[in-house]
């Protein structure tokens, strides 16, 4: 799990996704709180406790993560096709993290990365 984290980093950075920055700026704790609460919550409840859980029982799970993957990627279109394909593999690690724990917290904590 520890490579494919690693892995969603390094794409992001080769796609210029991310960029290295010294410093940290004054809001950082807003957006953190943000992101982590609001955002990965919702985001993760959405995709993994509502659609992928109602895929899994209609289809193979493998299916359900591969698409709710693709639909997760699919949902973050604003940032380009580069955004596009690494938040489907996200989505991926998310998936098979939730599909293996079967605990939605797991996928969640994962997302915080």
Do not use: D
Request: proline share 2%; glycine share 8%; aromatic share 18%.
């Amino acid at each position: 799990m520890t490579s494919t984290i690693l892995s969603v980093y390094a794409l992001a950075y080769g796609f210029g996704l991310l960029k290295f920055e010294a410093s940290v700026p004054t809001w950082l704790w807003v957006f953190a709180l943000n992101n982590l609460i609001i955002t990965c919550v919702i985001e993760e409840a959405f995709f993994r406790g509502f659609i992928q859980k109602k895929l899994t029982k209609k289809l193979n799970p493998i299916w359900a993560v591969i698409i709710t993957s693709c639909l997760f990627g699919v949902a973050h279109f604003s940032g380009g096709l580069a955004y596009i394909f690494v938040a489907t593999i996200a989505g991926a690690l998310y998936g098979f993290t939730y599909l293996y724990t079967g605990r939605l917290s797991a996928a969640i904590a994962v997302t915080s990365f």
